[in-house]
């Protein structure tokens, strides 16, 4: 049976990393979300974040909902504008009364949070405010920084929980870095 640890070329945030880092996250959503007049809404955008959307909400203690969106950004490395595609939106009749905290894997050219926080707050979001696992600033096209990060990364292509590389990977507990080979097979 094929082993998908083999084609992880470095681990570069191990599940022990992974564990501190929403452990820490968490608690600083506890101290910024305790007032009553709070709704906070944790919106996981689909698929990427989904494993650390999980882990995150079951160390979170201030109430939550959840909520999901799909969204992919357009022209990735081309010389496009950056558009956003939204395949699956936020449909809450509520959104007036919540305080939405975008749960996203990476913040690559900062094109997709750019883009989902003005449009949410246009749909009239009581607030908006955003948390990525990783960060990887030194990629930015357009000037965005997350309101809650994990780590920052360097510039290298990551998969593994959650992230992708043509829909595997995301499995993996930790996030590592892939071989070159498996580009290039
Ligand atoms: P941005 O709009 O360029 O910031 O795009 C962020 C999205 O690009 C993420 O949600 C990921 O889906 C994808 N992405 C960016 N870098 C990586 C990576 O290293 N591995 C896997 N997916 C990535
Ligand atoms: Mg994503």
Not at 76 to 94: F, M, N, V, W
């Amino acid at each position: 049976m094929r082993n998908l640890k083999n084609d992880i070329e470095k681990v570069l945030v191990s599940e022990a990393e992974i564990d501190a880092i929403t452990t820490r996250i968490a608690a600083e959503i506890d101290r910024d979300y305790a007032g009553d007049d709070k709704k906070l809404v944790l919106v996981c955008i689909l698929k990427g974040s989904l494993v650390f959307m999980g882990d995150l909400m079951k160390k979170v203690t201030v109430p939550v909902e959840i909520d999901c969106m799909k969204v992919s950004s357009y022209g990735k490395g081309s010389e496009s504008s950056g558009q956003i595609h939204i395949a699956l939106d936020l449909l809450r009749p509520d959104i007036n009364t919540c305080d939405l905290l975008i749960i996203e894997d990476i913040v690559d050219s900062g094109v997709t949070l750019s883009h989902l926080t003005k449009y949410l707050a246009l749909k009239g979001a009581k607030s908006v405010k955003t948390c990525t696992l990783l960060d990887k600033p030194s990629r930015r096209r357009v000037e965005f920084v997350p309101d809650y990060c994990g780590i920052e990364v360097p510039d290298e292509f990551v998969v593994g929980y959650g992230l992708d590389f043509a829909e595997m990977y995301r499995a993996l507990p930790f996030v590592g870095v892939l071989k070159p080979e498996v580009y290039t097979k």
